[in-house]
């Protein structure tokens, strides 16, 4: 580990010299990557260096032990050495975890899409719920949330939705967040009080860039225009401002209407589909990859069921990690990071697990 540290710490003083020479600037494209290579690379090698500072405190500390014979100083020094040996295996645990292999995705926006399952208009009603808790969510990390299409139901359900999230490091954060979601509630037509059961299904997929490459041929995708339906502003609903993208191949149906434009509707509906595609060869390789899908957090399967929202008892439960928290109104309202958090631990401790195996 800790030769692959000096190698990065010479990667990271070789990028500072490059960025500092004159006319880095010139090449936009090729100043971006470094700089970002650089950012990347900044907490490693700060962390390294923490981890080296400490390992010479406790060394000075026993050093101190060794020679000095007045009681007081060695009281002293032993305190020291506790405290910087403490220090070293934190931090050489934070760095084992820096030194994972990174998910690709991880710096990426996010297309979340959400559908009602099992439940009538209570599912509808559960996963616009559950659309304003990430949408909470994301505006309390200083996140961009725009809105691709919708299907209401009229008393503030939505029997589907899709939104794209745009913010760093959105995608590492929200990718656990994939699979069935439970609900269990009296709902507000049940005049018995009986608690009931919904669900609603969450697909997050990475936004795909310009720097991954996906064919698409014309032939294969079909292109519609109508009017948008629902809410979405003046003009919307009076000009064939929807577009529909139909992929042959697959059978995937892109739908986006939020934007007044046609053009603009289109571009999202595009950036939709290849980012589908994307996710779909990303799931065929996932599926491929036995040891992988075993080294994660619950199966990765979206129909997996991870996490239940219990009204009567106030409690949401996350079933891929065993945790309860009863503070559902407030995860509810984007408080969500007492499941995130674990999750992302969880993870990782996952995969230092899997790589201690095959070392």
């Known amino acids: 580990?800790?030769?692959?540290?000096?190698?990065?710490?010479?990667?990271?003083?070789?990028?500072s010299q490059e960025l500092m020479s004159p006319g880095v600037t010139s090449d936009q494209?090729?100043?971006?990557?470094?700089?970002?290579?650089?950012?990347?690379?900044?907490?490693?090698?700060?962390?390294y260096q923490s981890y080296k500072k400490a390992q010479s405190d406790a060394e000075d500390a026993q050093l101190l032990l060794a020679e000095e014979n007045d009681e007081e100083l060695r009281t002293l020094a032993k305190e020291e050495l506790a405290q910087a040996r403490d220090q070293v295996s934190v931090l050489e645990e934070k760095l084992r975890i820096l030194l994972l292999p990174k998910d690709p995705n991880d710096d990426k926006n996010v297309i979340v899409e959400i559908r009602a399952g099992a439940g009538g208009d209570e599912a509808a009603l559960f996963a616009g719920d559950i659309y304003r808790m990430y949408v909470h969510y994301a505006e309390g990390r200083g996140w961009?949330?725009?809105?691709?299409?919708?299907?209401?139901?009229?008393?503030?359900?939505?029997?589907?939705?899709?939104f794209i999230i745009s913010g760093k490091g959105a995608y590492s954060r929200l990718k656990y967040e994939s699979g069935v979601h439970r609900v269990q509630r009296v709902p507000v037509t049940e005049s018995g009080g009986r608690i009931h059961t919904s669900t609603c299904t969450v697909a997050v997929i990475p936004e795909v860039g310009d720097d991954i490459q996906i064919d698409i041929p014309d032939k294969d995708v079909r292109i519609d225009v109508m009017r948008a339906s629902g809410n979405g502003g003046q003009?919307?609903?009076?000009?064939?401002s929807a577009v529909r993208l139909t992929h042959y191949p697959t059978g995937i149906v892109i739908y986006s209407q939020t934007e007044k434009s046609q053009l603009q509707n289109k571009a999202k509906?595009?950036?939709?589909?290849?980012?589908?595609?994307?996710?779909?060869?990303?799931?065929?390789?996932?599926?491929e990859e036995a040891d992988l899908r075993r080294s994660q957090i619950g199966t990765g399967d979206r129909s997996e069921k991870i996490r239940t929202y219990n009204f009567p008892q106030g409690r949401v439960t996350d079933h891929r990690i065993k945790c309860t928290l009863y503070k559902l109104d407030s995860f509810l309202n984007g408080d969500?990071?007492?499941?995130?958090?674990?999750?992302?631990?969880?993870?990782?401790?996952?995969?230092?697990?899997?790589?201690g195996e095959s070392a």
């Open 1 to 15: 580990m800790f030769e692959k540290m000096e190698g990065v710490v010479l990667r990271y003083e070789d990028i």
């Open 29 to 47: 494209k090729r100043f971006m990557a470094l700089m970002k290579e650089q950012s990347d690379l900044a907490p490693l090698v700060e962390t």
């Open 144 to 162: 961009r949330v725009e809105t691709v299409s919708f299907e209401e139901i009229g008393i503030g359900g939505m029997k589907s939705v899709s």
């Open 235 to 240: 003009c919307v609903n009076t000009t064939d």
């Open 269 to 287: 509906a595009w950036a939709l589909l290849r980012s589908r595609l994307y996710d779909l060869e990303m799931q065929r390789r996932h599926d």
């Open 336 to 355: 969500m990071d007492d499941i995130i958090d674990p999750l992302i631990a969880a993870d990782q401790a996952a995969k230092l697990m899997k790589l």
